[in-house]
């Protein structure tokens, strides 16, 4: 059984995010949606807001798992029998954050990191993004999910 995790922080969920998600979906048989809780990051939305988005759009999609973990991504995937990390690029940046992330965690652990382009015009989409146009009240709408549409701030 091909196991992937896609772990990341999802504050909140972008249609960048559901672009990686949908496309990997034909390539394993599992995808585990990771929400790490581990660091000392300051979010915008709470656990249960961000398990939520996860939750709710991809409700009817048997293949997926939602969870939160903590300690190690590494740690996490051997804890679920995933031999595969997924994540997105979006430009150079991310390519060069993302290689040394990669090759660490093969490293340790052997787990390889599979890695996405991001679809032609999604590029632009950051949760980063998305929180700054929601605290100064622009339409953040056309990047996010419904679910977070819906979501009253
Ligand atoms: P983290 O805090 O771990 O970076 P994020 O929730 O910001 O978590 O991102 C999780 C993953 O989704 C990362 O691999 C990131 O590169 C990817 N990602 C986010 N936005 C996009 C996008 N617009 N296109 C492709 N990948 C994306």
Redesign the pocket.
């Known amino acids: 059984m091909r196991i992937a995790v ?6 909140p969920l ?4 559901t ?2 998600i949908d496309r990997a979906l034909p390539l394993f048989d599992k995808i585990i949606l990771a929400i ?1 809780t581990n ?1 000392s ?1 300051k979010y915008m939305f709470s656990l249960e807001e961000r398990l939520h988005f996860l939750k709710e759009t991809y409700k009817d999609e048997s293949k997926i798992l939602v969870e939160t973990y903590s300690g190690l991504t590494v740690d996490y995937c051997k804890s679920k029998d995933s031999e595969f990390i ?5 430009n150079g940046q ?1 390519l060069e954050f ?1 290689k040394a992330i990669g090759q660490t965690n093969y490293k340790m652990s052997g787990i390889e990191t599979i890695f ?4 032609s015009g ?7 993004v998305v929180r700054d146009v929601m605290r100064h009240g622009g339409s953040y709408e056309f990047m996010v999910p419904k679910v977070v549409k819906t979501q009253s701030n």
């Not at 972008?14 to 995010?17: A, D, I, P």
């Not at 996405?116 to 679809?119: A, D, E, F, V, Y």
């Open positions: 896609f772990p990341g922080s999802f504050d972008t249609l960048g995010h672009d990686i790490g660091s990051k997924l994540r997105g690029l979006r991310d993302e996405l382009i991001s679809s999604l590029a632009h989409i950051s949760s980063t």
